[in-house]
């Protein structure tokens, strides 16, 4: 599986950024896929999951502001960011793996980073 991400960009506090990763290969719904994000200094944290059932998870600082969905049919998992918060300013990644779990080293399958940076 090759991942390929893109949305990130340069928004203000408050304002959504939707964050997409394209999936090659034909077993895509067969996998777990999640959002991780890391700042500089930081390590890779876990931001959202969604399972092959659809069943979601969420880090706690972004319940009720970032959605995370997939689109088995393109091949993709979107995450939409709304009320953004400089705190999220981060590279973020999308990953793809057998296990759902908010461990990145569970995942095997990783797209490049995409910044995002929120002003406050």
């Known amino acids: 599986v090759q991942l390929q991400a893109s949305g990130g960009g340069l928004v203000q506090a408050g304002d959504s950024l939707r964050l997409s990763c394209e999936a090659s290969?034909?077993?895509?719904?067969?996998?777990?896929l999640a959002w991780f994000r890391q700042a500089p200094g930081n390590g890779r944290e876990f931001v959202a999951g969604?399972?092959?059932?659809?069943?979601?998870d969420y880090t706690d600082s972004v319940k009720g502001r970032f959605t995370i969905s997939r689109d088995n049919a393109k091949n993709t998992v979107i995450l939409q960011m709304d009320s953004l918060k400089p705190e999220d300013t981060a590279e973020y990644y999308c990953?793809?793996?057998?296990?759902?779990?908010?461990?990145?080293?569970?995942?095997?399958?990783w797209g490049q980073g995409t910044l995002v940076t929120v002003s406050s």
């Open positions: 290969g034909r077993t895509f719904s067969s996998y777990a």
């Open positions: 969604i399972r092959w059932d659809w069943h979601t």
């Open positions: 990953a793809a793996g057998l296990a759902f779990t908010i461990h990145p080293g569970s995942y095997a399958f």
